[in-house]
């Protein structure tokens, strides 16, 4: 049975750092393309980062290129999302999710992924 689970979220000050981690259990998640999502109360859903299955493709929104970094830990079967230079409106909800479609030049769609972790909250405020 496929499992995520996000963990890392919280808190911040606005210019603070945060990782988000994915940890999947029941596959081995460097086979499955992962994205990251964030949804704050009373918006739709958005896509923030992916990387594609073999890590041809990864995408970054604009709002969060140069400050988000994604990347895999094989050795730990997480995706993980190292996030810098916080703002206020990163505060959401976010979600990792895999199976779906991940290009370097689109954000990725939620309808087209089939497995979801809880989420995490992070919070950037002062």
């Known amino acids: 049975q496929v499992q995520l689970v996000e963990s890392g979220g919280g808190s911040v000050q606005p210019g603070g750092s945060l990782r988000l981690s994915c940890q999947a259990s029941?596959?081995?998640?460097?086979?499955?393309?992962v994205a990251w999502f964030r949804q704050a109360p009373g918006k739709e859903r958005e896509g923030v980062s992916c990387v594609s299955g073999v890590d041809a493709d990864i995408y970054y929104s604009d709002s969060v290129r140069g400050r988000f970094t994604i990347s895999r830990d094989d050795a730990k079967n997480t995706v993980d999302l190292q996030m810098t230079a916080l703002k206020p409106e990163d505060s959401a909800a976010y979600y990792c999710?895999?199976?779906?479609?991940?290009?370097?030049?689109?954000?990725?769609?939620?309808?087209?992924?089939?497995?979801w972790g809880q989420g995490t909250q992070v919070t950037v405020s002062s």
């Open positions: 029941g596959i081995t998640l460097k086979h499955y393309t």
């Open positions: 999710a895999i199976d779906g479609f991940c290009y370097s030049d689109t954000s990725p769609l939620p309808r087209d992924f089939d497995y």
